[in-house]
């Protein structure tokens, strides 16, 4: 994970500094394989991005949270 914002921090109650350091992507998602279809869409996509998709994360709690978000595949130059 390279990003993890104060808005992701404050829904789902990870500190961001520990998610990106921690956490696989797919530990986010209430289904982990959502994760797999989520970046299939985007390998999918004429622009390698996607928007306002929705889909459940879950929570350190455990709680499921209902969400809409955009995301690109990222790639380093090396």
């Keep these: 994970m390279l990003v993890f914002n104060r808005a992701a921090?404050?829904?789902l109650g990870y500190d961001s500094a520990w998610a990106r350091e921690q956490m696989h992507i797919a530990d986010l998602y209430n289904v982990p394989a959502?994760?797999?279809?989520?970046?299939?869409?985007i390998r999918n996509s004429p622009t390698g991005m996607i928007h306002d998709h929705q889909t459940n994360l879950r929570c350190r709690s455990g709680?499921?949270?209902?969400?809409?978000?955009?995301?690109?595949e990222v790639y380093a130059r090396d």
């Design 63 to 72: 709680e499921k949270l209902p969400v809409r978000l955009s995301a690109a």
């Design 34 to 41: 959502d994760a797999r279809n989520m970046l299939a869409e």
């Design 9 to 11: 921090e404050a829904a």
